[in-house]
């Protein structure tokens, strides 16, 4: 558990930079603001190093034979896969609420209500379709191990990034 709280450190950091930077229509010292393209190859940047920190916390705490190992990593880049178009849908989500945060309707409000709460369904939905693709190549524990370690991290990582996105005004 002790090298899960240090890896994961390394991942909060990396999260906390994405979500200071999803929120910052920054300024450089010429004082302009950063464009779309520059922000999204920022963050993307960003979120890959934080999908390597996740491997390496996954990898230092599942103790993983080269035989089970050799099978659980290519499921696991799969679901990382689908995973991570949902938070490609998430940070447009998130987007959109930066973008409407200043002048946000009543309409606006409910719509981005209604996706945050599809897109929480829809990674409930996703973990549920890749626990028995998971113990096809795990034990019983490993896998509930795996799911554990996963939510942990995306727990930390969704308390990380609401701290940093102000309520609605």
Not at 23 to 34: I, L, M, N, Y
Not at 108 to 124: C, E, S
Request: with cysteine; net charge positive; charged share 25%.
């Amino acid at each position: 558990m002790k090298k899960l709280v240090i890896a994961f450190l390394l991942g909060t950091s990396l999260c906390f930079i994405q979500a200071a930077a999803a929120q910052q229509p920054a300024t450089e010292g010429s004082g302009a603001k950063v464009s779309d393209q520059e922000l999204d190859k920022d963050v993307e940047l960003m979120r890959s190093d934080l999908r390597s920190a996740r491997k390496q916390i996954i990898a230092a705490n599942m103790n993983l034979t080269d035989t089970q190992a050799e099978k659980f990593w290519p499921v696991y880049d799969a679901y990382t896969q689908e995973i991570t178009k949902l938070g490609d849908a998430r940070y447009a989500l998130v987007k959109d609420y930066a973008k409407n945060y200043d002048a946000m309707t009543d309409a606006q409000a409910d719509d981005l209500l209604k996706r945050n709460a599809a897109l929480d369904q829809q990674v409930a939905t996703l973990r549920q379709q890749w626990i028995p693709k998971f113990r096809k190549v795990l034990t019983g524990k490993q896998t509930a191990l795996f799911f554990q370690l996963d939510r942990r991290i995306n727990l930390l990582i969704d308390l990380q990034m609401a701290s940093e996105i102000p309520l609605v005004k």
